[in-house]
């Protein structure tokens, strides 16, 4: 299936439209799971993985819609772009990559008990060295190239083994895997500065007017943008488009004509341009 990727310039569509196809797309996503005759087989990691991803997605949709013209809403696209880029990622090596992400829970939960233990909870010694034990016995594909070589030489690992994420790449990383970079270097970068309280974009919302005062300005701050948020729920549409579309093609529930639809109508809007000018491959 063609999805739409979003890109800067252009006549937007109207919000209203945008968000009447939001709907429409979390409808069908939500059918997925009802077409489904009985829950997947433990067996079937990634399907699990991903329904995992697509519920998570679905949910995120819903909030975009909720927070309407909220700047905030680039919050939630930042967060369905990460979830679109990791289970893309995914389904280059399905088997492998999925079992990764299913056992980095065991490193994760070490991680939080020793932090937990570190700054005063009461975690017992038994259960934070069971939760070690398990870290060390599912983990090792994820120690750091430093704290393999002193494994394989010592049998002894440092305090922090293990890579910061399930994947062992960062957010750039990934993107430039799955032919996301574009994406990462426009609106991934251009969210991130509103979540990490960048100067450019926590200031951007601010204005200044000469006030009745000679002299002194009135500072005000602009809480709404919609070319921003039109930013955000084009790119919820893509992140979304693009989950569901990997199940589909994974369970084979048949919806892909259906969403060929909505993504047609979407890449047909004034809005609806996609990078370059060419769709976006999910699968």
Request: hydrophobic residues 35%; glycine residues 8%.
């Amino acid at each position: 299936m063609s999805t739409p990727d979003t890109q800067h310039g252009g006549e937007w569509q109207t919000s209203d439209r945008l968000s009447d196809l939001v709907r429409e797309l979390i409808g069908l996503s939500t059918g997925l799971f009802e077409s489904i005759p009985e829950p997947l087989a433990e067996t079937d990691m990634y399907g699990n993985m991903g329904l995992t991803f697509l519920s998570k997605q679905i949910d995120h949709a819903r909030s975009l819609l909720a927070l309407n013209r909220s700047r905030d809403s680039v919050l939630i696209a930042r967060s369905m772009i990460e979830g679109m880029v990791q289970i893309t990622w995914a389904s280059k090596e399905p088997g492998n990559r999925a079992r990764r992400w299913w056992d980095f829970d065991a490193i994760q939960r070490w991680r939080t008990l020793a932090r937990r233990k570190s700054g005063g909870m009461n975690i017992p010694d038994r259960v934070l060295a069971e939760a070690e034990r398990s870290a060390l016995r599912l983990g090792r594909r994820f120690l750091t190239k430093k704290a393999a070589a002193r494994w394989k030489r010592t049998r002894t690992l440092p305090k922090n083994p293990y890579v910061p994420t399930w994947s062992g790449k960062d957010m750039r990383e990934l993107c430039e895997a799955t032919r996301y970079n574009d994406k990462y270097l426009t609106f991934y970068a251009e969210f991130s500065e509103w979540h990490h309280w960048g100067p450019i974009g926590v200031g951007e919302p601010l204005y200044a007017e000469l006030g009745p005062v000679e002299g002194r300005a009135l500072v005000g701050y602009q809480c709404e943008d919609p070319a921003v948020t039109e930013r955000a729920l084009a790119n919820g549409f893509q992140c979304l488009a693009v989950t569901l579309d990997i199940m589909d093609d994974h369970l084979h529930t048949g919806l892909n004509p259906e969403l060929q639809r909505l993504v047609n109508e979407y890449m047909g809007t004034k809005g609806g341009t996609s990078a370059g000018g060419e769709a976006v491959q999910a699968t």
